[in-house]
């Protein structure tokens, strides 16, 4: 995790292990002055939960996270922002780096069955306690006519949107300009992962996918009538996994009688056959 500063209190730095105490005592690993600051004001640690704030002692200014007033505990993520006394701290990935997804019109395997649920749970803002489901595109903007208002004073009228197929949750600037945040880092366009929060017109989302995994998608071969679109690949009725070892059966039907075409060697064969078991039949009646 790298911790910013966005008006300059503190040199950026990086954390990823241990604890990291934050205070006005110089002998705090990241010391800062501000008014109502405690000497040990509070405390990061890394834990296998994640990045764990707590709040050391009481009294001073509140510890806020995302808008939100802490009072002991609280599991941050990147992209957070926490404020202590009035110094903002932002919370960033290490890795700013994002693929950029392929053009629209390029894959559009749009998601259908029983695909796993994707979800943008909102986390601060006016999307606070409310979830959007992404199904297929969700449109960001100020407009009415968007999938996910936003305040006009933060948001274009057409902002983004994020789309969902087989091969990725894509985030896709409506203009040049229009910028997101993922985990800290602006974005006008990007290729997103579970877990990643957004930060779109002063509003917060996290993406919930659980069990989704994005699917490897060849495009069909070239042909001079192609469209360039990729194959549509449909979920809700997967053939059994026994179908591609089944041979394929013939609809014909013989020509002819049956017994008819029976030939010679196998009449001469059932008579025999029948010959002994009568035979054995006889035998067995006298004994």
Not at 11 to 24: A, V
Not at 126 to 152: E, I, K, M, N, Q
Not at 202 to 210: D, N, V, Y
Request: aromatic share 6%.
């Amino acid at each position: 995790m790298r911790l910013t500063f966005p008006n300059g209190e503190h040199e950026p730095l990086t954390f990823d292990q241990g604890e990291l105490l934050i205070g006005s005592d110089p002998a705090c690993a990241v010391a800062l002055k501000a008014d109502g600051l405690k000497a040990m004001h509070v405390v990061l640690a890394i834990d296998p939960r994640g990045l764990v704030l707590s709040v050391l002692g009481t009294g001073g200014p509140p510890t806020v996270v995302n808008g939100r007033v802490v009072a002991e505990l609280a599991l941050l993520r990147a992209g957070d922002t926490l404020t202590v006394a009035s110094i903002d701290i932002a919370l960033k990935s290490n890795d700013g780096n994002r693929e950029t997804p392929p053009a629209r019109d390029v894959t559009r395997e749009t998601v259908s069955g029983s695909y796993p649920r994707v979800l943008l749970r909102g986390l601060s803002g006016d999307w606070s306690g409310r979830a959007a489901h992404l199904r297929d595109t969700l449109r960001f903007g100020s407009d009415p006519d968007c999938d996910v208002d936003l305040p006009p004073e933060h948001a274009a009228a057409h902002h983004c949107s994020i789309d969902l197929d087989l091969a990725g949750i894509f985030l896709r600037a409506a203009a040049a300009g229009n910028r997101v945040e993922v985990n800290g880092h602006e974005f006008e366009s990007a290729i997103l992962k579970p877990n990643d929060q957004i930060l779109i017109g002063g509003q917060r989302f996290l993406i919930e996918a659980p069990g989704y995994r994005p699917v490897s998608i060849t495009p069909l071969p070239s042909n001079p009538n192609s469209t360039g679109v990729m194959r549509r690949i449909e979920l809700e009725s997967p053939p059994p996994l026994n179908a591609l070892d089944t041979p394929a059966v013939s609809n014909t039907a013989p020509s002819g009688d049956f017994i008819s075409e029976m030939p010679d060697w196998l009449w001469f064969s059932l008579i025999g056959l029948i010959a002994i078991c009568s035979g054995v039949l006889v035998w067995y009646l006298r004994s």
